[in-house]
């Protein structure tokens, strides 16, 4: 029988299943997503090939849970980071702060574009895991143009420009750099919405 981590057997699934995703973004980031094996993955995670496919059938999948993961943590991040705050303006900022911070190994990782090497079900299901996040943007979005504090415009227009000025690789990691990048795209997005 295998030995299980932690006290349980939920604390054990949840620590294997965040070792993989450590391993799968430390591997991503060296060698690109279509360069890696499911039985790499294992490895570097120090668990049994076999073991894994108790977790995941497939490193599609493993990739999946482990975008959702990251996903639902910054969404709870940048709801904090709202909380008790009312002017969209100064939720706006928040918003793109917080979009700073989230790592982005699974878009930033040497090869092909991911989205070029997975099957096309599974990049449907990459894109289900934007719509929370697009979901908070909208909020901010029809609550300034609400109170004036943005200009009047096409809501899902701007959803997208403001994701896609977001997503750019523009903000370093770190360094005396970083600040000042993401003051200028904080600025940059605030412009673009007309505030005031």
């Given at each position: 029988?295998?030995?299980?981590?932690?006290?349980?057997?939920?604390?054990?699934?949840?620590?294997?299943?965040?070792?993989?995703?450590?391993?799968?973004?430390?591997?991503?980031?060296?060698?690109?997503?279509?360069?890696?094996?499911?039985?790499?993955?294992?490895?570097?995670?120090?668990?049994?090939?076999?073991?894994?496919?108790?977790?995941?059938?497939?490193?599609?999948?493993?990739?999946?849970?482990?975008?959702?993961?990251?996903?639902?943590?910054?969404?709870?991040?940048?709801?904090?980071?709202?909380?008790?705050?009312?002017?969209?303006?100064?939720?706006?900022?928040?918003?793109?702060?917080?979009?700073?911070?989230?790592?982005?190994?699974?878009?930033?990782?040497?090869?092909?574009?991911?989205?070029?090497?997975?099957?096309?079900?599974?990049?449907?299901?990459?894109?289900?895991?934007?719509?929370?996040?697009?979901?908070?943007?909208?909020?901010?979005?029809?609550?300034?143009?609400?109170?004036?504090?943005?200009?009047?415009?096409?809501?899902?227009?701007?959803?997208?420009?403001?994701?896609?000025?977001?997503?750019?690789?523009?903000?370093?990691?770190?360094?005396?750099?970083?600040?000042?990048?993401?003051?200028?795209t904080e600025a940059f997005v605030l412009r673009a919405l007309g505030a005031t």
């Open positions: 029988m295998p030995k299980i981590i932690g006290g349980s057997l939920t604390e054990h699934r949840e620590q294997t299943r965040n070792k993989l995703f450590a391993a799968l973004t430390s591997l991503m980031a060296d060698r690109g997503f279509d360069a890696i094996t499911l039985a790499d993955i294992a490895g570097a995670a120090g668990i049994g090939r076999t073991a894994v496919y108790n977790h995941f059938p497939d490193k599609e999948s493993l990739l999946l849970a482990f975008i959702t993961h990251e996903t639902e943590q910054w969404v709870a991040s940048l709801e904090r980071a709202l909380n008790g705050v009312e002017d969209p303006v100064e939720q706006m900022r928040a918003y793109v702060r917080q979009q700073a911070q989230l790592k982005r190994v699974f878009h930033l990782a040497p090869g092909p574009e991911l989205r070029s090497v997975l099957s096309p079900s599974t990049r449907a299901r990459l894109r289900e895991h934007a719509e929370p996040v697009e979901e908070l943007l909208r909020r901010i979005l029809r609550t300034g143009i609400a109170t004036g504090a943005f200009t009047d415009q096409p809501l899902e227009t701007t959803v997208v420009l403001v994701n896609a000025c977001l997503s750019s690789r523009g903000v370093p990691d770190d360094g005396p750099g970083r600040e000042a990048a993401i003051a200028a």
